[in-house]
């Protein structure tokens, strides 16, 4: 079964500072990755992708995430975070079938 | 396209009533999923459905719940009877098969909150 794990309940980052949200999946097969970001009261929207290719994905709003195979992780990076990214980001996995599963959510908080 | 368009956007009910929730996914789309999300348990996948078929329901918590999908532009999610546990959000969200560029992307409706008093 495909599993998707975010260790991090909430990163906290200075504006300004470089973000790192952490993500590792497990899946039979090739994965299909994705990251999601939410802001309040608001359905999730998608930021980015890996399906097959280039191990580093460059997304919406300044984000990119690397694909490690060996490390099975795939974690969202932005060299320079804003207050206005502070939302709560999923990570999700899609398996063969076309189930997406998410993970639990990391909550950023940028300060100034 | 106007995207996945969920309704009601907030629902308010006392504890016993039946509460239905409606999803339109977006057209062309052949998989809909039904999300729950929660402060306690994050966002859980509750059903999903391939082409109108469920394909994997075993997210749905208990017999009180029940979705169905009569066509390619319709979705129900049920709750008869309705608890107070049962306050959440819930979102419909709809793809398309994988394997074409961009359409391996899920797309969000807005969610309903609901609230069972």
């Not at chain 1, 794990?5 to 470089?18: K, L």
């Not at chain 1, 490390?71 to 189930?99: I, M």
């Not at chain 2, 402060?39 to 997210?59: A, H, K, Q, W």
């Not at chain 2, 959440?88 to 359409?103: D, L």
Request: hydrophobic share 35%.
């Amino acid at each position: 079964a495909q599993s998707v794990a975010q260790p991090e309940d909430q990163v906290n980052v200075a504006e300004g500072n470089p973000l790192t949200v952490k993500c590792t999946y497990s899946v039979s097969g090739n994965p299909y990755l994705f990251w999601y970001v939410q802001y309040p009261n608001r359905g999730l929207q998608f930021l980015l992708k890996y399906i097959t290719g280039d191990n580093l994905v460059k997304g919406s709003y300044g984000f990119e995430a690397e694909f490690n195979k060996s490390q099975t992780s795939f974690h969202l990076k932005k060299p320079s975070a804003l207050v206005s990214d502070s939302a709560l980001y999923f990570c999700a996995v899609r398996d063969s079938w076309g189930k997406f599963q998410f993970g639990a959510g990391t909550q950023v908080v940028v300060t100034p | 396209d106007a995207g996945v368009i969920q309704s009601p956007r907030h629902e308010v009910t006392e504890m016993g009533q039946e509460v239905t929730l409606r999803c339109k996914p977006i057209s062309g789309h052949d998989y809909l999923f039904w999300y729950r999300q929660t402060m306690m348990r994050g966002l859980e996948l509750l059903i999903y459905f391939n082409n109108n078929v469920p394909i994997d329901d075993s997210g749905m918590p208990e017999d009180r719940f029940s979705a169905k999908m009569p066509n390619a532009s319709f979705s129900t999610l049920k709750i008869q009877p309705s608890e107070p546990r049962d306050s959440a959000v819930y979102f419909c969200a709809s793809s398309s098969t994988p394997g074409g560029a961009g359409r391996e992307k899920l797309f969000f409706g807005s969610g309903t909150q609901l609230s069972v008093l």
